[in-house]
């Protein structure tokens, strides 16, 4: 009696998109939404890159 699965290919490096990217569709709302994001000017809107310490 064995304990492991035979017949599935061990050497496979991924079985999901490599990017999250991968998942979100072409047409998707979320796509407008990171380009607005994009365009905001996050050091005028008082954000910074690193937290207080």
Not at 1 to 24: A, K, W
Request: charged share 25%; hydrophobic share 40%; proline share 8%.
């Amino acid at each position: 009696m064995s304990h492991f699965i035979e017949g599935l290919d061990r050497q496979q490096t991924m079985s999901l998109p490599e990017h999250l990217d991968d998942y979100v569709d072409e047409n998707s709302h979320v796509r407008a939404m990171d380009a607005f994001a994009d365009m905001l000017d996050l050091t005028v809107l008082d954000f910074n890159a690193h937290p207080p310490p």
